[in-house]
């Protein structure tokens, strides 16, 4: 008799995994509790597996002998406590199509960095002619490319919710960018319960698999003590001293080795780097450290970290109007993101800032705002804590309610060699469908100036 398989969630992860669970042989019904894209729809009826939407059909939903689970929906869901209580198995796509694959798995995680981490390292694999995909919260489900477009290498970018549903799958390269406070609605508000999330993506690992990790960032180094990880230790950093294996930022240089071989060591100078900040500097040490453990040859790294172009939403740049630089930084979705695109600002800043606030602190951003920008322009429907954090720090705070209107007040009040900086801080859905919207929205406007 076929297993069955049931799929919570028909997003791109969710029939991803419909996909390669049909081809492996299961039996498979597909559930959405909201509406599911008709492209997803078509796709499912293409392959004869069975779904429904707007609805959870509990009789269907627990007779599965697995259950694989969208990120989206927190365990505390009363539909998923009751699969934990009859011992049924919930899983994410990633433990479910790691089954299926002996490719090599490279993940990343952190609160901030891991979709740029995550693109350059697969800009380098790209360069060096490796057979590699990109997938996990970016590009094509990686459940799909198993089932699909079979590679050697597969570069995911993990969020916690992803790895919360990951137990027996091992990571062949694990970064972790950082860990701030961040989801906590989803970890009972309990910061440890967070970053233990954030060190699943350890679990596994043997002496033969690497994982890197910032030892600047101070959450980090107070829990990695915490974990028996058994793989091999690969720390970069700015800030604190260096250690081989390891790479480490010294008279505006790079540098990168792997072990006392001096032949083995990189170096390239920061000013060389596409991506702009100190951030930045750390994301691509990341990067250059996996493609250095996976033999990448120097000079394709020199390349790919000089010419990489950032992920859409990402400190974007839309170029000038009139002397003035507007970017485009949609994906600070917290107050750690827009503190990376404010320091990584080397002209005065007219900044767009605003939204769903999730608890914000902003007083880790006040220095820079104090530094750095002459007006902020307030983007949401609720700006008390905007005006009350920063009143003092700037010249003005002006409010608005849409995108157009944002755009339109920033450029105006914007001076000639000044830069417009959409970096919310917030969540997008007060005013928008998510932060791509956003993001799509301003660089519509700035296009229309």
Not at 181 to 210: A, M, V
Not at 266 to 288: C, V
Request: hydrophobic share 40%; glycine share 6%.
């Amino acid at each position: 008799m076929n297993k069955r398989l049931v799929i919570l969630g028909a997003g791109e992860s969710g029939t991803g995994s419909a996909i390669l669970g049909k081809a492996q042989g299961w039996e498979v019904f597909v559930s959405d509790l909201g509406s599911i894209k008709e492209e997803y729809k078509a796709e499912l009826d293409a392959e004869g597996i069975a779904w429904e939407e707007a609805k959870h059909s509990e009789e269907l939903i627990l007779s599965a002998n697995e259950v694989v689970k969208s990120p989206g929906i927190p365990d505390k869901a009363p539909l998923i406590k009751k699969l934990h209580e009859l011992g049924i198995p919930v899983i994410s796509e990633i433990e479910f199509a790691s089954r299926y694959t002996d490719a090599k798995l490279i993940a990343i995680t952190g609160t901030n960095g891991k979709t740029t981490t995550t693109s350059l390292i697969y800009h380098l694999f790209e360069k060096a002619g490796l057979n590699a995909g990109l997938g996990g919260n970016i590009g094509k489900s990686f459940a799909r490319q198993v089932a699909r477009d079979k590679r050697d290498y597969y570069v995911l970018e993990l969020s916690s919710f992803q790895l919360d549903g990951c137990y027996r799958c091992r990571f062949d390269a694990a970064v972790l960018c950082n860990i701030t406070p961040d989801h906590l609605d989803r970890y009972e508000y309990k910061l440890e319960n967070y970053i233990r999330s954030k060190f699943r993506i350890t679990q596994n690992q043997g002496p033969n698999d690497l994982f890197v990790y910032c030892g600047d960032d101070a959450l980090t180094m107070e829990w990695i003590g915490h974990f028996s990880i058994e793989s091999k230790l690969i720390p970069y950093t700015i800030d604190s001293p260096h250690q081989i294996p390891g790479a480490w930022v010294e008279d505006g240089q790079i540098h990168i080795t792997m072990n006392d071989n001096e032949e083995n060591q990189f170096t390239m100078a920061i000013q060389e780097l596409s991506l702009r900040g100190k951030h930045n500097a750390y994301n691509s040490m990341a990067a250059a450290v996996i493609a250095n453990a996976f033999n990448i040859r120097k000079e394709v790294i020199r390349e790919s970290l000089s010419d990489f172009q950032n992920v859409e939403h990402r400190l974007e740049s839309l170029g000038k109007v009139k002397g003035i630089e507007f970017i485009n930084d949609s994906k600070a979705t917290n107050v750690n993101s827009s503190w990376y695109a404010l320091e990584s600002m080397d002209r005065p800043v007219v900044w767009i800032a605003g939204g769903v606030d999730k608890g914000n602190d902003y007083n880790l951003l006040k220095q820079l705002v104090k530094d750095k920008v002459r007006i902020i322009v307030c983007l949401g429907l609720d700006n008390r804590k905007i005006h009350e954090a920063f009143s003092r720090d700037v010249d003005m705070i002006l409010n608005t309610t849409s995108m157009q209107e944002a755009v339109n007040v920033a450029y105006h009040m914007a001076n000639k060699e000044e830069a417009v900086l959409l970096s919310p801080a917030c969540a997008s859905f007060d005013l928008f469908e998510n932060y791509e919207d956003r993001g799509r929205q301003f660089k519509k406007y700035v296009k229309n100036l």
